[in-house]
């Protein structure tokens, strides 16, 4: 059965319970923001996201579920800016958004994952997949063949411009697995998580081995993928609703900090902004829909140059910043003002009330440092890590999306959680920033 929409803490979206409601629905999306223009594209009010565990999102944070907050393709996390998000700001009303990706799968689930996006009627499918077609062969010898993986695409891709005849399907290449490998092979906290989760032996098995033979593997990993894609790119050419990201995944090199901070393997939260920057990029080059970009602040029209942000520093000792828990006090000439407040007990938090547009959380990140959860107004908009190997002072660990201009309320709280090097869960506060 297909998942339910958004199945996220940041639900927006409702299914329509009859066939009149839905028609409307669908009659309005064709009047709304820039798809009403004669001659571009009409913005998609429907969007599905196919592949495996990289874009369902898993341990972007740390352990846990892939709920798909942090998805490049249908997140709703301001972090990652996901094409979901990019979309609802060129429509300026939210679309319908539904992660049909499952972890673990292989380019052979995909035909069902697209009947699910077809039963859904989505009008924009992103695919991702191949990884695990390669990281579940033991060997060399036992890699994919890339017309067979080609072909299983090219099944997904038919069985959805004959069910949607005027969807826009974006194809991501294959990631290079290699550029995993070299972003984590110096560090020893992604050989220790290698070694303990077993990701993608065929590739990871033996990190430090630089032997003839071990190069070789690695070289025909990656031979493998950039088979894989040339694959993809004719099976794109195909069908005339696909458009290929031309090789933007594939290019996309991460850096450490781009890999999970529990496995080094999958993407983190800047990993995943990372996909959806450069596989938005083949979306705007292809005019997928239609002509000119996206507002710098997604949701927000653009900041006229004769109208400068004021930005209000709000100190963590100011009466209006209210604290829930026993919360003591540090002083240091490196913190914002000299000083930050800070708890490590269970249900601590802190919130503040303030009038503006935006509002960034400045803290000092530390060795002993948890992972805090962030609200908008009640409604949960993102996470973020203070964790850090030494002391980082006056850091900027979370900005909202723009935000109708008024009265809000942003709450921080402790989740008791945390990466796996830090030493302890400590909440921090040294200032907000109010714009």
């Keep these: 059965m297909p998942q339910s929409p958004r199945a996220l803490p940041r639900a927006r979206t409702t299914i329509l319970a009859t066939s009149v409601a839905a028609l409307a629905a669908l009659f309005l999306s064709t009047l709304t923001g820039p798809a009403a223009v004669a001659g571009e594209p009409a913005l998609p ?3 599905a996201a196919l592949g495996d565990s990289i874009t369902r999102a898993p341990l972007t944070e740390g352990a846990g579920v892939g709920t798909g907050i942090n998805s490049w393709s249908t997140g709703t996390s301001p972090d990652v800016q996901s094409h979901l998000l990019r979309i609802d700001a060129l429509r300026g009303t939210p679309a319908t958004a539904y992660n049909l990706a499952e972890g673990g799968t292989t380019s052979a689930a995909l035909a069902a994952q697209a009947r699910s996006a077809v039963e859904l009627r989505a009008d924009y499918v992103t695919i991702l997949s191949g990884s695990n077609n390669i990281c579940l062969s033991p060997t060399v010898d036992s ?12 099944a997904a891709l038919r069985v959805l411009a004959a069910g949607r005849p005027s969807v826009r399907i974006l194809l991501a290449s294959v990631p290079s697995l290699l550029a995993v490998y070299d972003a984590g092979k110096d560090s020893p906290r992604a050989l220790a998580a290698w070694a303990y989760f077993g990701r993608c032996p065929v590739l990871l098995a033996d990190p430090l081995s630089q032997t003839p033979e071990a190069v070789a593997r690695r070289a025909a990993v990656e031979a493998k993928v950039v088979e894989m894609n040339k694959a993809l790119a004719d099976a794109c050419r195909a069908v005339a609703q696909c458009t290929y990201d031309d090789g933007a995944v594939y290019a996309n090199r991460p850096s450490l900090a781009d890999l999970s901070p529990y496995d080094y393997f999958h993407p983190s939260i800047s990993g995943q902004a990372r996909l959806a920057a450069a596989t938005w990029g083949a979306v705007e080059s292809h005019g997928l829909f239609g002509p000119g970009g996206i507002p710098p602040v997604l949701g927000a ?15 963590n000792t100011d009466d209006r910043v209210r604290y829930a828990g026993t919360w003591k006090t540090t002083s240091s000439s490196r913190d914002h003002d000299g000083s930050i407040s800070y708890n490590s007990a269970s249900g601590a938090a802190y919130s503040l009330t303030f009038r503006g547009t935006q509002v960034s959380i400045v803290t000092r990140k530390t060795p002993t440092s948890g992972i805090a959860e962030v609200s908008i107004d009640g409604e949960v908009v993102g996470r973020f890590d203070s964790y850090a190997e030494t002391a980082e002072f006056e850091k900027t660990v979370f900005t909202s ?8 309320t942003v709450t921080v709280v402790r989740t008791g959680t945390k990466s796996p090097d830090s030493g302890g869960r400590n909440l921090i506060l040294d200032a907000f920033v109010v714009e």
């Design 401 to 408: 999306a723009r935000l109708v201009a008024g009265t809000h």
């Design 143 to 154: 890699l994919p063949d890339a017309a067979v993986f080609g072909s299983e695409v090219g």
């Design 45 to 47: 009010s429907v969007v």
């Design 301 to 315: 029209p653009a900041p006229s140059d004769d109208a400068p942000a004021q930005l209000e520093w709000i100190e």
